[in-house]
């Protein structure tokens, strides 16, 4: 029983980091697949994946509360992955991404 409570405990940071993390996508043709990511709790991610046949530039715009929103941007080529990170100065409580792509 000790051990149960003991790994229980253990376990209890790695729930705490959970935040909702909302993803409007807008692909307008590009083949790109979406992951999101939650690395810290003030850092949040997007993996992005083009599986087309075609270049795809894509722009994320994240809102976290009062915070400015900031924009990342990436151009992906066919087969290519790659990350959109974006690190806040608060705690992130909900996450919004607005995600726009297009062929290139």
Known sequence: ?????????????????????????????AEVSVTTQEVDHNMGALLLYNYGQTEAECSGVFRNGPEAPRTRKVVLVPGQSSNLTMKFARSIIKLRVQLTCGLK
């Open 1 to 29: 029983m000790k051990i149960f409570c003991c790994a229980l405990i253990a376990c209890l940071p790695l729930v705490a980091f959970a935040y909702p993390i909302e993803v409007e996508k807008q692909l307008n043709g």
